[in-house]
């Protein structure tokens, strides 16, 4: 089985979408060498982390849709807000 998850996953690469992910990749590889990616994984060590964490757990409890839950846990704290700001600005979105 692992073999067979290999092959699918070579030719998967091997397609235009598989190369924009892997393009992808490489842009944010380059992102998180940079000072502020490296101000991302320090939020995200601290507690920006933990943020996220409490966000997932009230999204996976939640009735609503669990990206709108997850979203609102993540806003409903300043160290939330502030990992998403930093995930916005190093996006460019």
Known sequence: MPGEYDSMARAFMGTPQGARIIGFLDQLNRLMQGPEGRELL??????????????????AVSGRDPARALLSGLLSSPEGTALVAKIIELSGV
């Open 42 to 59: 320090s939020l995200l060590g601290g507690s920006g982390g933990e943020a996220l964490k409490r966000a997932a757990q009230s999204a």
